[in-house]
T-cell receptor, first 115, second 115 residues
Framework: DAGVIQSPRHEVTEMGQEVTLRCKPISGHDYLFWYRQTMMRGLELLIYFNNNVPIDDSGMPEDRFSAKMPNASFSTLKIQPSEPRDSAVYFC?????????????FGSGTRLTVV | AQKITQTQPGMFVQEKEAVTLDCTYDTSDPSYGLFWYKQPSSGEMIFLIYQGSYDQQNATEGRYSLNFQKARKSANLVISASQLGDSAMYFCAMREGIGTDKLIFGTGTRLQVFP
């Protein structure tokens, strides 16, 4: 099992540019979560999906952020336009069987820097 | 209001000694789950241990145990026989209630193990 795969590992972009983060969950997991980690705010849940359907996006900071899950093996988090305050580590996590008494499995994260 | 509180920003422990990392939580829901994650300097989030609110016994996983005191709403992580590789950030998290799959994290405790 390759685990949760995120790409890219690092992204540096200029303010105003569009950024797309990608995630491949563990096969068979029906929940997918996007988290953001910053020093100031810690780990924040942005949005999560169940069976490819967005269930709760209340953590999405603003309209510049959008997330999709077109199929069970792929999700994207897009920021357009990006701003310096979006700089953070973005984690994708997946789980199965209503999760999770056995923990959510996290990807390695994408470190985003907006200059 | 903070749902998960970790009051120790940093802890030091000598190798081979035991250490307790504190976590208190706040919920009025009778059904919830508590998790601990480890985040080494490399950045990945590693699931350590889980405790369900209805579990009668404290959870254990190898050198990790969870000291669950329901009345006090605390879920402290005990690491026995500390190793240098245990140096990392440790996060307590809660999944609250039935009908939600959100995992809410505390601010973390940085543990440093010295020889």
């Amino acid at each position: 099992d390759a685990g949760v795969i995120q790409s890219p590992r690092h992204e540096v972009t200029e303010m105003g540019q569009e950024v797309t983060l990608r995630c491949k969950p563990i096969s068979g997991h029906d929940y997918l979560f996007w988290y953001r980690q910053t020093m100031m705010r810690g780990l924040e849940l942005l949005i999560y999906f169940n069976n490819n359907v967005p269930i709760d996006d209340s953590g999405m900071p603003e309209d510049r952020f959008s997330a999709k899950m077109p199929n069970a093996s792929f999700s994207t988090l897009k920021i357009q336009p990006s701003e310096p305050r979006d700089s953070a580590v973005y984690f994708c996590a997946s789980s199965g069987d209503r999760g999770l008494n056995y923990g959510y499995t996290f990807g390695s994260g994408t470190r985003l820097t907006v200059v | 209001a903070q749902k998960i509180t970790q009051t120790q920003p940093g802890m030091f422990v000598q190798e081979k000694e035991a250490v307790t990392l504190d976590c208190t939580y706040d919920t009025s829901d009778p059904s919830y789950g508590l998790f601990w994650y480890k985040q080494p300097s490399s950045g990945e989030m590693i699931f350590l241990i889980y405790q369900g609110s209805y579990d009668q016994q404290n959870a254990t996983e190898g050198r990790y145990s969870l000291n669950f005191q329901k009345a006090r709403k605390s879920a402290n992580l005990v690491i026995s026989a500390s190793q240098l590789g245990d140096s990392a950030m440790y996060f307590c998290a809660m999944r609250e209630g039935i009908g939600t799959d959100k995992l809410i994290f505390g601010t973390g405790t940085r543990l440093q193990v010295f020889p």
